[in-house]
């Protein structure tokens, strides 16, 4: 009977850390649904959808061309770092959406006596706002292995109240 304990907490023990490991980052980025160009997994957060043949989804494609003109200059080509801001190929890796979303809407500052390292918050700047679902789309895409660097050259068209959609959203 003893051994049989032992054997069943162990059993317990892997069941909790398996479940731990899947639950870092964004999990599961299979998209499950789509409404209007986007996609969205099973806790209905933004993911990508690329194709056998490397077409990628608009909202992947655009938050590559936006994640350009508001981070790269900080976080280096291809969300892999730079000698000032951290990879976010590798952040995104442990933080699930709401938190990177978070982050970019806030901000965040690291300040020590060794490194005064900030990152801006952009939650009233509508060029990143009125993209924030494709960039993280994007940065996602990258940090699970699915896209690699560089301008994807393959992608869906734009969806068809895309520009409807933007003129809302800056006013
Ligand atoms: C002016 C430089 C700068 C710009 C522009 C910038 N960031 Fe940052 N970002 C930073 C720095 C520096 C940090 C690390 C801050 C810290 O450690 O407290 C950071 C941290 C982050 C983090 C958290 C990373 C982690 O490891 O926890 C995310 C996510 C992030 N940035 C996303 C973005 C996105 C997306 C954009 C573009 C919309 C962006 N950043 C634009 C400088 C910048």
Redo the contacts with the bound molecule.
Sequence with gaps: MPRFRAISIAAAAWVCCLGLAYADGAGDPTPKSSKDGEYFDRNNNPTYKIDKDGRVDWYSYIGYVM?GA??L???GPDGLGST???S?VD?LKS?PTDQ?EG??VGG???VSASQN????H?GDDKN?MCYLDA?YVY?RARSDGALGRGRPNLYEPQPKDWDAKLNLCFG
């Design positions: 994640y508001n981070c200059q900080c976080h000032y801001a951290p976010l952040a933080l990177v982050i970019i965040m500052s690291n390292l900030v990152m801006p952009f990143v960039i940065l």
